[in-house]
């Protein structure tokens, strides 16, 4: 089996780069559907999370309320300057050895699996064992894309084909650039990187890349 790690900014595009994969036979885990499922109630996740932030990130139905633990993670304008580290310093562990445990089952069922791990923050994180991400991947793939086009993609997509206002616009784009701040600049991973997939403009050109990157990934797993 052949552990690749699929990583990339916000706006990136990975999660496309993702379905791609998916659709040639890798078998996708995605971070953050792992990380949801986590944060849900009853899980251990969600515990920790509620004691360390407080109940005001518990909403009407019991739920996380997502919007204010986000705003409490990465709003800077506060005493606290954004909990960020704190909030991935609970989620991150339980992540990673979800993974791991996924990742053991589909090797016992199909040793030659290419499994596609799709994580924003392979780089960013500390947790998940002595070796890190060394020792969790096989191959790294960065999908990368510039920084105004991962912006105008952010803005898009919470915009929903609404029309947006300028200041709404404005802050989107602000709230864009905080979150890119908080990751490593591209450049610094791509040297890490075993494929670099460039992703600034239309799909084909991702599809073309990944078509060509395919056969060698499947090739390494068997």
Known sequence: MLRVGLTGGLGSG???????FRAHGAVVL???????????????????????FGPEVVGADGRLDRAALARMAFDRSG???GRVAELNAIV????IARQEELCAEIAAREPDAVVVVE???IFETQHGGGGGWRSRFD????????EEVRIARFVARVAG??????????????????????????????????FVLVNGGARQELEWQVDQLWPI???AAG
């Open 79 to 81: 005493a606290g300057g």
């Open 139 to 146: 191959r790294v793939v960065l999908v990368t894309a510039p």
């Open 161 to 194: 084909g609404r029309v947006l206002t300028a200041e709404e616009r404005e802050a989107l784009e602000a709230e864009a650039r905080r979150r890119i701040a908080e990751q490593i600049p591209d450049d610094q991973k791509s040297g890490q990187c075993d």
């Open 119 to 121: 994580s924003a923050l």
């Open 92 to 95: 991150h562990p339980a992540v």
């Open 14 to 20: 990975k999660s496309t780069a993702a379905e791609l």
């Open 30 to 52: 995605s971070s953050d559907e792992i990380g949801r499922a986590l944060m849900e109630p009853g899980e251990q996740v969600f515990a920790e999370i509620v004691e360390h």
């Open 217 to 219: 990934l499947k090739a």
